[in-house]
């Protein structure tokens, strides 16, 4: 049977295809990522000026300079992460970062930090720049003051904004738009969380680690059931047979005072899934689709990416995509599409 047309034909008419942007978390992902239809791939380096510092992740120099060519001889980009914000007195961290990225020859250098992004501009002026979504960048003001002073020619928006929002957006502002479309919900303001910081004395916005795994620790009692810690905290309790996710403060169940019965504080475990909102999101002007993921398997970044590819290809020729197969990657089995589509998702 033939496939249905859900999209218009005039979709791929009026609008280029956007950019596939994929997570690679090692050169073994980064492959998986090229092979399964990225267009471009972001990953970081060995070091705390990527906001995905775990231990076993990342690209040494070496592995990243042996990488690219893979990439680039299969028609994919590769984007340097340079997104944790700089710290006194290690700023030249930061700097050399860019030097590497320029060095190199990326596609792009993903910065945050005011200070990381004058450097490039300055120092490298020919080095194309993507804001990241760590610098919290959501108003037409704000965009249009990072393009004007170092050249920006793309923001990763906050996943706070819902279509219509990025759509108006769009109208203001002289460079190109890249949305999160599936993984990571990310909670509060992007770029602006402390909690981790305030357990375990490491930032996720300045060392680029978010519950690390040293600090991880698991009980299990008489009856089975095991209690998941965070340094000192205890961020959630499992029933024998419930399935334990891995302790992050922001996704943990507490109890309070006001409340008898242990609850998701700040967010449950959940996954962002924009994949019935994608002809939304190109007609809104969106420009490249990301998906995140730089700490998962190589198995789920296959997975994921060539279900997405194989959507976008499907929509920009008017037919439906297939995206069933994606809830069993989600975070406990569950989606949303948080704020793309209403103010009132929490």
């Known amino acids: 049977m033939s496939a249905q047309k859900s999209a218009p034909h005039e979709l791929d ?33 060995t070091n705390a000026t990527n906001a995905r510092n775990f231990p076993g992740l990342n690209f040494s120099v070496q592995a990243l300079e042996a990488s690219i060519p893979y990439a680039r001889e299969r028609g994919t980009k590769v984007l340097l992460a340079v997104n944790s914000f700089a710290t006194a007195p290690g700023s030249a961290m930061w700097r050399e970062a860019v030097d590497i990225g320029a060095r190199l020859k990326v596609d792009a250098i993903i910065v945050a930090d005011i200070g990381v992004a004058q450097y490039a501009s300055e120092t490298h002026p020919d080095l194309r720049l993507h804001l990241s979504v760590q610098a919290g960048a959501s108003s037409p003001e704000a965009i249009r003051f990072y393009c004007q002073e170092f050249g920006v020619k ?33 909670m509060m303001s992007e770029g602006r969380c402390s909690l981790t910081n305030y357990v375990t004395g490491l930032s996720t916005n300045m060392d680029g680690i978010c519950s690390p795994a040293s600090e991880v620790k ?128 929490r």
């Open 13 to 45: 008419k009026a609008f280029a295809a956007p950019e596939l942007v994929c997570p690679a978390g090692t050169p073994a992902a980064l492959r998986a990522a090229v092979d399964a239809g990225a267009d471009a791939v972001y990953c970081g380096l």
């Open 154 to 186: 793309r923001v990763v928006l906050p996943r706070i904004l819902t279509v219509p929002e990025i759509s108006a957006i769009h109208r203001e502002i002289p460079c190109e738009i890249e949305a999160f479309v599936f993984g990571n919900i990310g």
């Open 218 to 345: 698991y009980a299990e009692d008489e009856k089975g059931n095991l209690s998941a810690k965070l340094g000192n905290y205890e961020i959630d309790c499992f029933e024998k047979g419930e399935s334990a996710g891995y302790p992050t403060i922001c996704k943990g169940r507490y109890l309070t005072p006001a409340r008898k019965e242990a609850y998701y504080a700040f967010e449950e475990p959940i996954s962002l899934n924009l994949s019935s909102l994608l002809p939304e999101l190109i007609k809104a002007g969106v420009t490249a689709f990301k998906i995140e993921g730089r700490q998962r398997s190589r198995s789920y970044v296959k997975s994921v990416v060539s279900a997405y590819r194989a959507a976008v290809d499907n929509i920009m020729e008017g037919n439906e995509p297939d995206l069933s197969t994606l809830i069993s990657l989600t975070e406990g089995g569950k989606q949303t599409q948080g704020a793309f589509k209403s103010k009132k998702w």
